[in-house]
């Protein structure tokens, strides 16, 4: 195994990403698995953390087909897969009410989470994205497009462990890309951890309780 759990894929992970120590950033995780890895990352950097939540369009009665996405984030962004709209024959009506009901489960996921918290600005500061692990990288793809129109400095994508082909996938998405590790053959993320149980909804709370801003009222 590499990691031993995701708080020791954070530390390795955190270590890698020394070089920028004294830069502005804030540390963006995605739900939930990738939040106890970016808290060691916020913490060895002292940055702020923050969650992006990012929710799948799945087509009509094809749920698991994703046909867009919706990411929160300050104003909300919705992202459609026009070719794959058009191959699904989804409906302009179908997409939106999906569309609707992702993002009142997103609005409800930040409340559970973080409370009144806003989320945290990204202009001209470093922003480093960070999950427990790449496999398709489609969720994370998302994640950084919603990052690119926040308008940072630079975006970081922070990850353990991806396939090779993956990480080739993503081209200029990400201004620097640190994974540590790109085994073959890949199979699925948890194969790369020790214990790779759930992150539950209650860790992700205390994890955010702890790295809440000084004038937030902790969950």
């Given at each position: ?197 759930p992150t539950e909804d ?5 994890i955010m ?11």
């Amino acid at each position: 195994m590499l990691f031993r759990d995701r708080q020791d894929a954070g530390k390795k992970l955190a270590a890698a990403l020394g070089y920028l120590k004294g830069e502005d950033c804030v540390v963006l995780a995605l739900p939930r698995g990738g939040v106890p890895v970016a808290a060691e990352i916020a913490d060895a950097l002292d940055a702020p953390l923050d969650l992006l939540l990012v929710r799948k369009i799945g087509a009509p009665g094809q749920p698991e087909l994703g046909i867009g996405a919706v990411i929160d984030g300050g104003a909300p962004l919705v992202l459609r897969d026009e070719e794959l709209v058009r191959l699904t024959g989804a409906s302009d009506r179908a997409f939106e009410e999906t569309c609707r009901r992702e993002l009142a489960e997103i609005e409800r996921r930040r409340k559970y989470y973080l409370g009144n918290r806003k989320p945290e600005p990204l202009a001209d500061k470093t922003a480093i994205v960070v999950d427990d692990g790449l496999a398709t990288g489609n969720t994370m793809r998302v994640a950084l497009e919603a990052v690119r129109r926040r308008h940072p400095r630079k975006i970081v994508m922070a990850i353990p462990v991806a396939p090779r082909s993956t990480l080739a996938s993503f081209g200029d998405q990400a201004d620097q890309i640190v994974c540590l590790e790109t085994p073959e053959p890949f199979g699925a993320v948890g194969y790369f951890y020790s214990d790779f149980s759930p992150t539950e909804d209650v860790e992700v709370i205390s994890i955010m309780n702890k790295h809440a801003p000084s004038d937030a009222h902790p969950r």
